[in-house]
């Protein structure tokens, strides 16, 4: 007579449990509140544009309010860190840029596991580089500007972000693969950097321009792209590649990614998300703006793209001693 008794208790146990137990988001109900996306850079800038693009598909597309939280500083790591300690349940996205797949490269003690604590869900946009020179250099061409660099006395100067920024990674990849012997000059931030170029403070830059009038307005001179192939608002501009340093490539580029342990339905849901939004017209334009382009992905493309960048950066980063305490 005890045992249904004793079975009564033990079920009433388990939906206590059941009751005390975190709730975990899944797809079908998903979202129901409003959600956080990381910006890990200032307001105003390309990774901040482009997450206000998306974030506002999203938003139309679930019915529900993206925020975007700008958390600026030590090249993504600030915003890194609160995305690995935040709950895996859909409700904190972040934009994340090169950074995420090379600061590991560069920073002894990062806060977080960056192949352990995030879970990629979807590339979303590449932009090529330009390399840019003040027009006071004698060098109308990136064959002419490599024989320049090789002879000069004392060495040019190529002008970045910051230590570990993307232009600082272009650049020092750059003079490696060109055989130059180049001074690398940081600066906080790629808009400093850009004025002092137009200014004739550094020879040379690698940079994504705010937009095509930058360039065309005379104040630096472009000599190629860093991408794989042509860009269609310079196509005028050869390739890094075709012009004279074979096998360089090298662009800024932008994606998605939640804290380790996202739900396999919830991953499935925001990928697919990601993807579409990169065929909405709002998305592109923003993207067109600075000559990017839409590369979308599924998740597990995009954790081997994060692989093979730490990848293309590795040796780069030891040789120009960019290691951060």
Excluded at 17 to 25: E, F, G, T, Y
Excluded at 163 to 190: D, E, P, R, T
Excluded at 191 to 213: F, K, R, Y
Excluded at 297 to 314: G, L, V
């Amino acid at each position: 007579m005890k045992r249904p008794f004793l079975k009564r208790k033990a079920f009433l146990r388990g939906l206590g449990a059941l009751a005390l137990a975190p709730a975990v988001a899944r797809g079908d109900g998903y979202p129901d509140k409003p959600i956080r996306m990381i910006v890990p850079f200032a307001a105003g800038g390309t990774t901040d544009l482009l997450a206000r693009a998306l974030g506002q598909h999203l938003t139309q597309a679930w019915g529900q309010t993206v925020v975007c939280d700008n958390r600026p500083g030590a090249n993504g790591v600030i915003a890194g860190e609160i995305v690995a300690k935040s709950p895996p349940d859909g409700y904190t996205l972040e934009l994340v840029a090169m950074g995420h797949a090379t600061n590991p490269l560069i920073y002894k003690n990062l806060p977080y596991d960056t192949d352990k604590d995030f879970t990629p869900i979807s590339l979303i946009a590449t932009y090529p580089q330009l390399v840019m020179v003040h027009p006071s250099v004698p060098a109308k061409t990136l064959q002419e500007f490599l024989a320049l660099a090789k002879k000069s006395d004392p060495p040019l100067t190529y002008a970045s972000g910051g230590n570990g920024s993307s232009q600082h990674l272009a650049g020092a990849l750059f003079a490696h693969m060109a055989g130059l012997n180049m001074i690398h000059v940081a600066y906080k931030g790629g808009n400093p950097a850009l004025q002092d170029l137009m200014a004739g403070n550094v020879s040379m830059m690698i940079i994504q321009p705010n937009s095509p009038s930058q360039v065309r307005s005379g104040k630096v001179r472009a000599l190629a792209v860093s991408s794989k192939n042509r860009s269609a608002d310079y196509p005028e501009l050869p390739t890094v590649d075709e012009a004279g340093v074979p096998g360089y490539q090298s662009v800024a580029w932008y994606g998605l990614v939640a804290p380790k342990g996202l739900p396999a339905d919830l991953l499935a849901k925001i990928s697919a998300e990601a993807m579409r939004a990169g065929q909405t017209e709002g998305v592109k334009a923003v993207v067109a703006t600075q000559s990017g382009v839409m590369a979308a992905s599924t998740p597990q493309a995009f954790a081997d793209f994060i692989q093979s960048e730490r990848q293309r950066y590795t040796d780069i980063v030891r040789e120009a001693g960019m290691t951060v305490e």
